[in-house]
């Protein structure tokens, strides 16, 4: 299972940072993925980062402003987003996937139940 937390109301130019922890002891084994959806859009991918941490990936929207980094002995990911743009107000989840990392939410095994992020201008 996973938990997202960490979301809130911010105004446009601050940082977040979002946590997907894990209850599975093979978290390390588990690439995670960050994904989010606005109202009225479908779910679109933000970035995710390797089961061995060693690569990350991130969507054109968001790969100079956002990291992401894991800690395997707290079963934790983080979504470090900064400078943050109201065109960021969105509901994002953390997603698991076995071993390599994925753009295709489809490819997950497991998500947590989202945090809201509200960017305003």
């Known amino acids: 299972q996973l938990e997202d937390s960490g979301g809130g109301l911010v105004q446009a130019g601050a940082s977040l940072r979002l946590s997907c922890a894990a209850s599975?002891?093979?978290?390390?084994?588990?690439?995670i993925g960050w994904f989010r959806q606005a109202p009225g859009k479908e779910r679109e991918f933000v970035g995710f980062?390797?089961?061995?941490?060693?690569?990350?990936n991130f969507a054109d929207s968001v790969k100079d402003r956002f990291t992401i980094s894991r800690d395997n002995d707290k079963n934790t990911a983080y979504l470090q987003m900064n400078r943050l743009k109201p065109e960021d107000t969105a509901i994002y989840y953390c997603?698991?996937?076995?071993?390599?990392?994925?753009?295709?939410?489809?490819?997950?095994?497991?998500w947590g139940q989202g945090t809201q992020v509200t960017v305003s201008s």
């Open positions: 997603a698991a996937k076995y071993y390599r990392g994925s753009r295709d939410p489809g490819e997950y095994d497991y």
């Open positions: 599975e002891r093979t978290f390390s084994s588990y690439s």
């Open positions: 980062i390797g089961w061995r941490a060693i690569n990350t």
